[in-house]
């Protein structure tokens, strides 16, 4: 059982969270200020780095979030049974594709993805590069299922072919984020 003080805790930390993120959409990222978070929060500037170090740990908390509901639900899409590997791999696809901007805009990935290329040693970039590894291996995941129920040859690499797969998302997600025109169905 959670104590008191921890349910305060994260519930202090999750109104921070939204606020920033708020004020990322309507303002934008670098426009926003921490004092401007930490009043919105209804919290002394002091109180808001008790909880986070910059903007950047904020943004990667709320990528952090919304990345673990992706995988929730594609673990849930790849534990269906599909007639064959395509279908299955449009499912896990549109899950990736909707659960990927539920909090996080086009606006703020924008930022999360300079972050990691400006900062490449940095924490942040460690986190990210991490949830996109689990993403990664969990399309690998995918083909080895695909291969236990018969609609990819056992022969085939799954890690390889996993990774090209992804890859290939992840491409089409970056030209998405890039892009302030294109629609998800268009992917």
């Known amino acids: 059982m959670v104590g008191l ?7 202090t930390s999750r ?15 670098e426009e926003t200020r921490i004092e401007d978070v930490a009043a919105a929060a209804e919290l002394s500037v002091a109180t808001f780095y008790n909880y986070f170090g910059s903007k950047a740990d904020i943004l990667l908390s709320s ?16 534990a ?12 896990l696809s549109r899950v ?18 300079s972050q990691t290329m400006l ?6 970039c460690r986190r990210y590069v991490a ?22 040859r056992q022969d085939v690499e799954s890690d390889p072919i996993g990774a090209l797969l992804f890859n290939n998302i992840n491409m089409n997600f970056l030209s998405f984020i890039r892009s302030d025109s294109l629609t998800a169905s268009e992917m």
């Not at 805009?105 to 993805?113: E, P, T, Y």
């Not at 900062?119 to 942040?124: G, I, K, L, T, Y």
Request: aromatic content about 12%.
């Open 5 to 11: 003080r921890a349910r305060k805790k994260e519930a």
């Open 15 to 29: 109104r921070i969270i939204a606020e920033a993120c708020r004020m990322f959409q309507e303002t934008g990222y």
């Open 63 to 78: 990528v952090t979030e919304e990345t673990e509901k992706v995988l929730a639900q594609a673990e849930r899409c790849i």
């Open 80 to 91: 269906q049974s599909y007639p064959d590997a395509a279908t299955g791999f449009d499912a």
């Open 96 to 113: 990736y594709w909707t659960y990927s901007f539920t909090s996080t805009s086009r606006q703020m990935w924008r930022v999360a993805v």
């Open 119 to 124: 900062n490449p040693q940095s924490e942040f």
């Open 131 to 152: 949830l996109d590894e689990r993403l990664s291996d969990q399309v690998c995941d995918f083909i080895r299922r695909m291969q236990a129920n018969g609609h990819i």
